[in-house]
C-alpha cells in the first residue's frame, strides 16, 4: 500500500514540475522589453567598447564580436561567448548598424521588438 501512494505521489509531483515549469522558465511579457534594455546598455555594449578599445573602431556586424574580421588588427576577442550571437527576448538577432542612423557618430544596436518587425514603435534601441 505504502509503495502505491509513493508512486502516485511520484507521478503528481512530476506532473505539477511539467505544468508550472514553463511559466518559470519562460520571462513574462512585462520583463522582455527590461531584458532587451539589460542586454542592449550591458553585456552586448560592453563587447562593442571592448571592441573599439583594441581595434580603434567599432565592428562592422556583431559576428565581428566573435569572429575577427579580416583587416582588423589588436583583436583580442572573441568579445561574446563563441557558442551563440545573442538574441532577443523574443528569440530575434539584436540588430546593428554602423554608423549608425540614430547615432550617426557610433553606432545603433537595436531589438525590433515583440513584433519581430524593425522601424516599427515597438523598437527597443540605444536611441
Known amino acids: 500500500m505504502r509503495l502505491k501512494v509513493t508512486i502516485w505521489l511520484a507521478i503528481l509531483g512530476i506532473i505539477a514540475i511539467y505544468a508550472i515549469w514553463p511559466r518559470i522558465e519562460e520571462p513574462s511579457n512585462e520583463a522582455r522589453p527590461t531584458a532587451a534594455h539589460a542586454d542592449i546598455y550591458g553585456g552586448i555594449k560592453n563587447a562593442i567598447d571592448r571592441f573599439q578599445v583594441d581595434t ?3 565592428p562592422k556586424t556583431l559576428r565581428g564580436l566573435l569572429q ?3 583587416n582588423v588588427y589588436n583583436w583580442h576577442g ?3 561567448d563563441p557558442a551563440q550571437i545573442p538574441l532577443d527576448p523574443w ?5 546593428f548598424q554602423c554608423p549608425g542612423k540614430h547615432n550617426p557618430t557610433s553606432y545603433d544596436l537595436w531589438s525590433a521588438g515583440p513584433d519581430g ?3 516599427t514603435t515597438d523598437d527597443i534601441g540605444n536611441w
Open 117 to 119: 518587425e524593425s522601424g
Open 68 to 70: 575577427q574580421p579580416r
Open 56 to 58: 580603434g573602431h567599432y
Open 91 to 95: 528569440g530575434n538577432p539584436y540588430l
Open 78 to 80: 572573441p568579445y561574446l
